[in-house]
């Protein structure tokens, strides 16, 4: 926080439906670059790991195991990114 002044990012994925672990890598470069940038928050659309579109797929366990495994590896990616938050 720089004079009451907070700086933010917005990431704008650009993302396959259904590939987590292709959207999973985008997300990762989107935090380390904001990172980069000297953000302090990012933020990202909802269900921007499996994409909106997904319908009947939500509720199948395979795809949200998916979904998990990708969530799990943003978050291993980005352990070394200390400063900066993710919403």
Do not use: R, W
Request: proline share 3%; charged share 15%; with cysteine.
């Amino acid at each position: 926080m720089n004079n009451g002044f907070l700086k933010v990012a917005a990431g704008v994925p650009c993302i396959q439906i259904v590939d987590c672990d292709k959207n999973a890598q985008v997300i990762i470069d989107l935090i380390k670059q904001a990172n980069t940038q000297n953000a302090e928050v990012i933020a990202l659309p909802e269900l921007c790991i499996c994409g909106y579109t997904c319908a009947d797929l939500f509720t199948q366990p395979y795809f949200i195991q998916k979904c998990e495994n990708a969530v799990n590896e943003v978050i291993k990616s980005t352990k070394t990114v200390h400063s900066l938050n993710i919403i």
